[in-house]
């Protein structure tokens, strides 16, 4: 990991700022940390002084989020929520810059056939207002074409309560992806495209970061079990408000230790406010034993699975938590076989969004060189079948819209790929490198 003395010997002019891939580590020179008010003259500035000095029960996890160097002060290299340090002081895109981005990440994602998307857009920007409009503004529009289901990330309950109070309506919009069976034509216009859909919780970080939240160390890294963002009977009140509220919840969780708290406050939730009607789920799922996969399948929470991650996680998972919990981690096949309900998804831009190489990773767990030759833990790979299944039918049913979409029958909303081969006849090396030909949105092809 590079420090600010890597970055300095750079430029100890400008301000430089790299944030690793996974979006759970960054590293500033000396200059950025000056900037952003963390070292003056050499020294912790006043502003740092004040978030170091916070409350005692924080004061450990704030130090496993910013690293010191010898000297005792920050080494440049900040962690998790420790990133905020930074991140605040760099100013907000204007609406329209907002606008031109996801246009652009729009037709993106439609040359790939994808026309429906469950996204993450409020943590890059201070404000998630300007978000919103930019969405709305779009689909007044008419510009805006792909159907957007917003996971909505707050942080902290009381923005979450004020969230509700100022933007809950959008929670029950109609669009027309509600599909009136009775009618004729369905509208190919893009009017009602975004909605709100589940709060997302972010649990703890990423293993490639050392930051997701062990249950034991680390196997290349004694000292750290990883980070934790809450503690549990926090979460748990973070989580209660909103069932109650009836909205659905998505907590991002790849530590072990972290999944466990999650469905410990889900099996708690549905036992103290009973509510079957909410799909709950956990993204990402990674570390986990085969006890916490048959309880997850057995409360049927939704688990958001992205087997593109193997291209990387495959050459560390073993490094990192031991070939015993590696053999029961990314097991997809199991969570199916015990009734587990499974999404597919990118997680984008952590990794590409093509479907056809998420597709193949799911159904060789190989990287997308074919290594290892036989799969990694090939017994845990699913049929072509169950992988597009799971990216169709799977990622409706996560956002309720099963009888709207995810399937081609006559009274759903067309949206439609064609390939420029059979996915289901050619080999499975073959699939990651299949093209889009076409895209139909509503009938419409775009």
């Not at 707050?154 to 109609?174: D, P």
């Not at 560390?316 to 009734?339: D, F, H, M, P």
Request: hydrophobic share 35%.
């Amino acid at each position: 990991m590079p420090s600010k003395a890597d970055l300095d010997a750079v430029s100890t002019e400008y301000p430089i700022v790299i944030s690793r891939v996974c979006g759970h580590v960054l590293v500033a020179n000396s200059k950025a940390m000056e900037i952003c008010n963390i070292i003056k003259d050499g020294k912790l500035s006043a502003g740092a002084e004040e978030v170091w000095n916070r409350e005692e029960q924080k004061k450990e996890s704030l130090l496993e989020m910013i690293g010191i160097g010898e000297d005792g002060l920050p080494n440049g290299v900040f962690r998790e929520s420790g990133m905020d340090l930074i991140y605040r002081q760099i100013l907000d895109p204007d609406l329209e810059t907002i606008k031109e981005c996801l246009l652009k990440g729009q037709k993106q994602l439609l040359s790939q056939g994808i026309t429906a998307v469950q996204s993450d857009d409020f943590g890059n920007v201070s404000d998630y207002k300007k978000v919103i409009q930019a969405f709305l503004e779009l689909e007044r529009e008419g510009r805006l074409q792909i159907k957007v289901y917003e996971q909505c990330n707050l942080g902290t309950l009381s923005c979450w309560k004020e969230f509700l109070e100022e933007e809950g309506s959008l929670f029950g919009r109609k669009s027309d992806w509600e599909i009136d069976r009775n009618r004729t034509k369905i509208k190919a216009e893009s009017q009602g495209y975004f909605r709100l859909g589940c709060l997302k919780i972010v649990g703890d970080g990423s293993l490639g970061a050392r930051t997701a939240w062990l249950r034991n160390p680390y196997q290349d890294a004694s000292d750290t079990k990883g980070i934790a963002y809450y503690k549990k009977e926090e979460l748990y009140q973070y989580m209660s408000y909103t069932h109650n509220n009836g909205i659905p919840i998505a907590i991002h969780g790849i530590g072990d230790a972290m999944v466990e708290m999650a469905v410990d406050c889900f099996e708690r939730l549905q036992k103290e406010y009973p509510r079957a009607d909410l799909r709950h789920g956990i993204v990402h799922c990674q570390i986990t034993d085969d006890q916490l996969l048959r309880r997850i399948a057995k409360q049927k929470l939704m688990v958001f699975i992205q087997p593109i991650f193997l291209n990387y996680d495959l050459h560390i998972v073993e490094k990192r938590v031991g070939k015993e919990l590696a053999q029961t981690s990314y097991n997809w096949k199991s969570l199916l076989k015990y009734g587990g309900l499974l999404s597919i998804g990118s997680d984008c831009p952590v990794e590409t969004f093509d479907p056809m190489k998420n597709i193949y990773s799911a159904v060789t767990r190989k990287d997308l060189k074919g290594y290892p030759e036989q799969g990694f833990y090939p017994e845990q790979r699913l049929s072509v079948q169950e992988a597009v299944s799971a990216y169709t039918r799977g990622s409706v049913y996560a956002v309720y819209q099963e009888k709207q979409q995810g399937s081609l029958e006559a009274g759903k909303y067309a949206d439609m790929v064609v390939l420029d081969q059979n996915i289901f006849q050619c080999k499975a090396q073959e699939i990651k490198d299949i093209s889009i030909w076409k895209t139909f949105a509503g009938g419409k092809e775009i």
